[in-house]
Every structure is written in structure tokens, then in C-alpha cells.
């Protein structure tokens, strides 16, 4: 019998890593989950899964974290993965204008298949690349502000700024969601009691049980 | 020839001390007497190698394991230039086999396929002969293998050319690529006279090759795998190479040097994707020959294919090509697998990828028709085909999978199409199901992330042929897809209408200006749209 891998946490949220292909998704995944950094990477293909646990405000929240592949034709079979997704992180590479100038479409890709309410990261990664940087922090800040994101620069490469973005976002997601519990919990005068779990999708099941 | 011995000199310092290789660990990626498999189980056969090898099996070892450039250089001929020209790996030459015949498969084939709901549940319980290596599924375990610090010295490349790094041995990360599973000497040696004797058969089908291309019995020999030391050669007689280059003289150069490029976007996503494929393969590893030739077979692609273009999925299968044939030869390879044949993946890759969701919708319903009860377990489990067989299809296993598994399923779906592919994807399933039963969703992610590690590529392909999947139940699907999305089944006759219909405009618009005198001017604006289509 395998091993089993999931441990108890208060809350299960679904991320995933949008952005052109070759901005480095997959290595902030890596980072984040594995603390690796692969320089012999490939090309994603489709869909790849990681999780990890992170605590915030005293709760232990795990993160399901979806990467994607970044060219726009794959968008026909990733697209699926942003349903029930509570947080986005949608990455551009500093050192890449085109990158920056395609962040435009991916929110409309995210308008189009994603929750109305999902909390969205603009993340410049390969920030340790300061010679060639081609977008300009204040500009990617006053996009990020204008379209009402979360903003951050960060390196796959040296680990600047990675656990920041997933604790921020994740946070951030942990506080709008309680934020709405309560407000629903006013409105019932019910809602989430202690000891269960809301999932992607706002239900609530058992909580789970420790590792066997 | 030329490009592979360039690289494989440039390699020399790298095999010294390699005998011991092949003979005491396998591949340098596991220890020796980890055996797995019932059939083949290692009762200490590493341990006494020495005296299990005859003088020319060492021999046969030492080259077998090295790079395939390294051996064209340094390996006696077997007289035969046009083989080598191709691609060579292992010098088999030497011993003959006492072995009656090739692996288990009957050279009938019959396919018998007993009664369906019968053998469901049968392949639902049995996973008996499991091609799978327990340890290397075993859910958030780690991989506990250790090396020797020779192994740790001496970059190595297992026989495909993948750099061999021991500290960098899963599947999926894109270390070594032969099996990594443990498999007994005495099992490894009847394999490589196995390979040694379908060899010299395969010279002679080659030679004969107009007259047997479409018989029962070549087909069956492909089934059990071309030995590559001809598999180049024969990969191109498959896919019809030699007439496309002969009916298109030039043309590949044409596009090399065309002053035409592709779109920005394109050209991008294919300089990104250049070092991000096979970046453990010794050809690709690093700026260079392997590189450039890649890029330029894909560029070249893109403007022979303007629609296609480039779509991430292609370098893998390029790159393999590229270890077996010389460029332009890999070009019409890829133009063929595209456009013609069996294969026909043009559709995977287009704007849309109408087809990628077509072979997964059939894979999905083939798993459920197969294997009902996993199927609901899957489903409970919020498990899709799209997570995890996605890349097994757009790249047909290229980009993770065990080589010797990867190029045993290319000779067959060059040769057959696509049925070997789903009959892949039904044997995984089918040994990994009592497995499966037990585990939950993010443990089913990982399994998969961990299945190409744990692979024991021959034993799987003879396995694979055991699946009583039929063309017509796959036939069934795929028709049922195109009933339920008649856009994209019949997306080529609504892009055909829309361009006939966009020419008549065109047309009649061009009478009309031409009526009042001002024809010139029109078909010039006019013609742009036109090209754009």
C-alpha cells in the first residue's frame, strides 16, 4: 500500500500557473513545492500537479496547484482546469516585453473559464535576470493596479519572492474566503462549523483525518 | 552518419571505464538484485555477471551502452553502409542466438479476442506479469537508490544518448532513458540475442523491402519491435521518406534559406522549446549541431505547414527523429507522420487542437469500456484522462517514457497508426489498476507523474499486444465524438466553404471594379486577405 500523502488541513485551494510558454511556471512550481529549480526543464505538455501546505493565520491551508502549458492553442484543453480554481498566478518574464504585453489576454482568458471572484497574482519571475530586464517594475505595478491585482517579482532561480507570491495569494484567498463564510454565517446564522473542510467549489466536507 | 560521429567524438573521454556498466548496474540506475518482475526475477544474477557473460557479451555490453556516434567510429563494420549510415547502437553482431525465436509473441498474431465482458474483469483482477516495478510507484516514497562515487564521476549516456545522471533518475525529470527497472543479467543477454537475430532478419526484409512491406509477417515483426540498429532505415521506408524527398527535390533547403520566416509568436515558442527538449540527451543537451538542426527542421515546418506552424509536442517527436536519420530525412519523416499515413497528427496540433480532444475523448471511453469499476473509482476521484494522458498522446510518449518503450511503440504507429498508442494506454491501466483501486485523487496524480520510471518498455509492449482492443471499437468512438462536435468533425469542409465562399466575393468584387476601370488597384488590396485565409 502506498504511502499515504495527504496530511490534515483546515483548507483545500485550487491554484493555477498561467502565462506564456517559457516565462518559467513550472520551476515556480518546483521551487514553491520541492524548493528545486531545474535548469534542464521542460516543456509542459498539457497539465502537471503539485501540492503543498502553507500555514496562515493559524490555519493550515493546502494548495492544489495546477501548471499549465503556455501556448495560446493549449488553452483549448487547459482551460478546463480554471473551473472551480480560487487563485491564479499569472506569470510574465521580466525579461521578456511580448510576455508582459500577452498578460492582457490571459485575464481575458480568465474571465472567460474562471470564478468571477478568483484572486488574481501578476508575478514578473526571473527577477535575478537585472541586465536584461526589458519590464519595468512601476509599469507591471501600475497594470497590476489598474486591473485590481496582487503584484510581486520573483526568481524561480535564486527563490526571491516565490514562497512570498503562494503565501500572499493564498492568504489573501483564506481572507476573502472567511470574509464571505461570515457574511453567509450572518445570513444563516449557520454556516461552516469547526472541524470541516470547504472545498474548491464553497462545500463542506469532514475534515481529514491525520496521516494512518 | 556524419552529424553522429561528430558528436560522439566530441564524447571521447567519456567511455573508458564503462564495461562495468551494463554488466554490474543497469544503466547506473539501480543496484544490482533488485529484481521485480516474477517472469524475470533477479536471483543474483548481477552478483555473479562475470561468469554469466561470455568474452564477446562483455564486449557486446561495454558497446551497447555507449553513444551510438562513438560506435559508428570505434565498432567493427558489419558491411553494411547504408545501416550504419542510418543509425547504429549496438554491436550485435558477434554472437549468434541458440534462442528458437524472437520474444513470446506468436508470429500468427491472431488477436483472438475472447468474449469482451469476460476478459473486463478478468483484466480488471489479473495483473499478473506486471511490467511495473512496485517500488517505483510507491507513492511519496523516495528514491532511495545509491551509486557507486565512479558512477557519480563519469557522465555517462545510456544507449539512446541520454546522459546518464545519478542523482537525476525519474522518468519524468528526463534522466536516463532506457528502462530504469531492474532487470536480471541473464534476462538483459537473452535480449540482446533476441535483438542480435531479428537483426539479421531485418537486413534481409530490408533488401526485399518493395516485396514484404505489406505482409502479415512484416507486420508482425514490427510488432515486436524493428532492432535499432536498423530502425532508422526502416522508420523511413515506413513513412515513405525516400518518395517524398524524391518528389520534392530541394525543397527542404528551399525552406532552410527562405527569406520568408515565421510569425514572431511561432518563432518564439519554437527558440524557447529548443533547449527544453531532451535537455539530457547528449544531441540537445547544449547549444550545438543537435540544437541547430532541431530548430531548423521545426522553422522549416512551420512555413511548409503555415496553418500548423508550431505547437509544443512536435520538438520531442523531431528530436527523436533526429537520433535516428540525418535532417532533411527527419523533415519528410515529420511531414509524413503530419500529413499522410496512418499517424495523420496534423489535427492534434492545429489552432484549436480538434483532434487532441478527440484521441482523449476516445482514450477515456476505451478506459471505461475496458475497465468499468476503475473507471467510477476514477471519476469518484475527480480523476480525468486530460491529467495525465495528455502528453502520453501529443507526444506518443516521446517527452517521458522509457526510449526502448518510445521507439518500440513508433515502429508500430508508423506502421499501424494509432491503435498501438491506445493499446499503451490500456495496458498501463491495466496493470496499474489493482493499484489505483486504492488510492486517492493527489496519490493518482503522483502514480502517473512516477509510471515512466517504472516501466520495463519490452516487457510492456509485449504485454500491450494482449489487449483485445479492436480497430472497430475505436472506430466506434471516434464516430461517436464526431457526432457530438460536428464543428470540428467537420471543421475541414467548413474552412474549405468559408474559402470558397471568401474567393467568390473576392471575385465578383474584382468584376465589378474592373467594370467601372479601376481593376489594378483592387486585386492588389484584394490579394492580401486572400493569403491571410
Known sequence: MATRVDEEYDYLFKVVLIGDSGVGKSNLLSRFTRNEFNLESKSTIGVEFATKSIQAEGKTIKAQIWDTAGQERYRAITSAYYRGAVGALLVYDISKHG??????????????????????????????????????TDEAMSFAEQHNLAFIETSALDSTGVDTAFQRILTEIYRLMSRRNLAADEAQAGGIKAGQTIDLNGNSKDKKGGCC | ???????GSRRDDDYGERDENENGVVNGTLKPGEGFLPDYEDEGDAIVKSEFLSGDDRERSKSANSYKGKLEETNESNGNDAINGS?????????????????????????????????????ERDSKGNFLDERRTTVAGGDNTSYSSKEVEAPLT?????????????????????????????????RAEVEALRTTKWLAMIKDWDNIKDTKRTRNRIRKGVPDKVRGLVWNLLGNVPTLIKENPGR??????????????????????????????????????????????????????????YCQGLGFITAMFLTYMPEEEAFWQ???????????????????????????????????????????????????????????????????????????????????????????MLTFIRYSAPKLFRLEFEQIMFFFKQLPGAIDGPLLMEKAFGIP?????????????????????????????????????????????????????????????????
Not at chain 2, 552518419?1 to 558528436?7: A, E, P, Q
Not at chain 2, 544518448?161 to 532487470?183: E, L
Not at chain 2, 471516434?478 to 470540428?488: A, G
Request: net charge negative.
Open chain 2, 158 to 190: 545510456d544507449k539512446y544518448g541520454f546522459i546518464i545522471d545519478p542523482k537525476n533518475q525519474t522518468g519524468s525529470s528526463g534522466g536516463a532513458r532506457t528502462t530504469q527497472v531492474t532487470i536480471s543479467e541473464k534476462e538483459k543477454a537473452r
Open chain 2, 334 to 424: 515529420l511531414v509524413g507522420i503530419m500529413n499522410h499515413g496512418p499517424c495523420c497528427m496534423r489535427g492534434l496540433y492545429e489552432d484549436g487542437m480538434p483532434e487532441a480532444q478527440k484521441v482523449l475523448y476516445i482514450g477515456e471511453k476505451l478506459i471505461k469500456k475496458f475497465f468499468p469499476r476503475l473507471t467510477k473509482h476514477l471519476g469518484r476521484q475527480n480523476c480525468h484522462i486530460s491529467m495525465y494522458a495528455t502528453q502520453w498522446f501529443l507526444t506518443i510518449f516521446t517527452n517521458t517514457f522509457p526510449f526502448d518503450m518510445v521507439t518500440q511503440v513508433w515502429d508500430c504507429f508508423l506502421a499501424e497508426g494509432w491503435k498501438i498508442v491506445y493499446r499503451v
Open chain 2, 87 to 123: 543509425a547504429s547502437n549496438g554491436n550485435y553482431f558477434h554472437g549468434r542466438s541458440s534462442l528458437g525465436d524472437d520474444l513470446g509473441v506468436d508470429d500468427d498474431d491472431s488477436d483472438q479476442e475472447p468474449d469482451d465482458e469476460e476478459v473486463l474483469s478478468d483484466m
Open chain 2, 1 to 7: 552518419m556524419l552529424r553522429k560521429l561528430t558528436l
Open chain 2, 252 to 309: 527542404y533547403t528551399e525552406l532552410c534559406e527562405s527569406t520568408h520566416i515565421p510569425s514572431q509568436d511561432i518563432r518564439d515558442t519554437i527558440l524557447r522549446d529548443i533547449n527544453r527538449t531532451f535537455p539530457r540527451h547528449a544531441m540537445f543537451a547544449k547549444e550545438g549541431e543537435g540544437q541547430d538542426s532541431l530548430r531548423r527542421v521545426l522553422v522549416a515546418y512551420s512555413l511548409y505547414d503555415e496553418e500548423v506552424g
Open chain 1, 99 to 136: 510576455t508582459f504585453d500577452n498578460v492582457e489576454r490571459w485575464l481575458k482568458e480568465l474571465r472567460d473559464h474562471a470564478e468571477a471572484n478568483i484572486v488574481v497574482m501578476l508575478v514578473g519571475n526571473k527577477s535575478d535576470l537585472k541586465q536584461f530586464k526589458a519590464v519595468e
Open chain 2, 469 to 533: 482492443l479492436k480497430t472497430r471499437h475505436i472506430e466506434h468512438y471516434s464516430k461517436k465524438f464526431d457526432t457530438l462536435n460536428p464543428d470540428i468533425a467537420n471543421r475541414v469542409q467548413i474552412k474549405e466553404q468559408k474559402k470558397k465562399e471568401q474567393e467568390e466575393r473576392i471575385k465578383k468584387e474584382i468584376e465589378e471594379a474592373e467594370a467601372r476601370g479601376e481593376g489594378g488597384v483592387l486585386t492588389t488590396t484584394l490579394s492580401i486577405p486572400l493569403a491571410e485565409l
